[in-house]
């Protein structure tokens, strides 16, 4: 009987607590589940915070990469909003950091688009004025001969130089007795006269003066006065480097003769025009041709 009751008492006590294998009790596997628990969730945690600083640091790779001043470099449309460059490729004429712009074809230069005007040449002759204003008719620029001797001549002040004595044959004198008179306001080394009567002339079968006036591309007019005495007299004209060419002849076997040569002409820049006025042929002692004055506008 006694044994019997202490096996009793003793399942008794064992009832009261639940066996589980290796000896554990309930609450000491609730407590390792929550332990288990607890570093299930700090893995997750730890995970989830090495992901975020992954993404941040991809995130700050990206906005360091794209330089902000590329948008700046966006073309405009006439509607004011930016044009956006296609998928796949660059805008083009954007620049890129860190390249040198792409350099734009040389224009065309205007003699390789624009064709050449050929040379022309005209010219005309009327009877000289009896008094002649080298300052209104000589624009551009005029010389006038005779008035300081037959060496010296006159030229207007700040001219363009383009009239060119280019000597001729035969000695040169000077005369005053001309039949017209010439007067000028900007002159030099003589700043203005009212009217003079001077000149040179050469002597003699092709004795005569050689000129030229240079051309710049546009029509130009020259004016030339010149005379003869008993003389027949040749005036040549003609473009350098070639082109039309012109000639005029003036005759008188008794006296003096004057003319206003009108010449136009148009020519390339450094091209010239070239004047010979000589005496084809004497027709009394000493017959000769004169120079008075030449003006360019």
Request: proline share 9%; net charge positive.
């Amino acid at each position: 009987m006694s044994g019997g009751s202490v096996g009793q008492q003793d399942h008794g006590r064992v009832g009261d607590r639940t066996s589980y294998p290796h000896g554990q009790t309930r609450s000491a596997l609730r407590r390792l589940a929550r332990a288990r628990q607890r570093r299930r969730w700090l893995l997750e945690a730890l995970a989830a915070f090495a992901c975020l600083a992954a993404l941040v640091a991809y995130l700050g790779t990206e906005r360091h990469d794209t330089p902000r001043e590329e948008s700046a470099v966006l073309p405009v449309a006439p509607t004011g909003r930016p044009v956006l460059p296609p998928p796949g490729g660059t805008q083009p004429g954007a620049v890129t950091p860190g390249l040198r712009p792409r350099q734009r074809p040389p224009s065309p230069s205007p003699s390789s688009s624009t064709p050449a005007v050929p040379p022309t040449l005209t010219v005309s002759q009327s009877d000289v004025p009896a008094r002649v204003d080298l300052s209104a008719v000589g624009a551009v620029d005029w010389v006038q001969w005779g008035h300081l001797g037959a060496r010296t001549p006159v030229r207007k002040r700040h001219g363009s130089g383009d009239i060119r004595d280019e000597g001729g044959r035969g000695r040169r004198q000077s005369y005053s007795n001309n039949p017209e008179a010439y007067a000028w306001r900007d002159g030099a080394p003589v700043g203005s006269v009212d009217g003079t009567m001077s000149g040179v002339y050469t002597c003699d079968r092709g004795s005569g003066f050689t000129l030229a006036v240079a051309a710049d591309g546009q029509p130009r007019t020259v004016h030339l006065y010149a005379g003869l005495w008993m003389a027949r007299a040749r005036l040549d004209l003609r473009i350098s480097g070639g082109g039309p060419a012109s000639t005029v002849r003036l005759e008188d076997p008794h006296t003096v003769r004057t003319a206003d040569f009108t010449i136009r002409f148009r020519a390339p820049a450094g091209a010239k025009l070239l004047m010979s006025w000589t005496v084809e042929e004497s027709l009394g002692d000493c017959g000769n041709v004169s120079l008075q004055a030449v003006a360019l506008r």
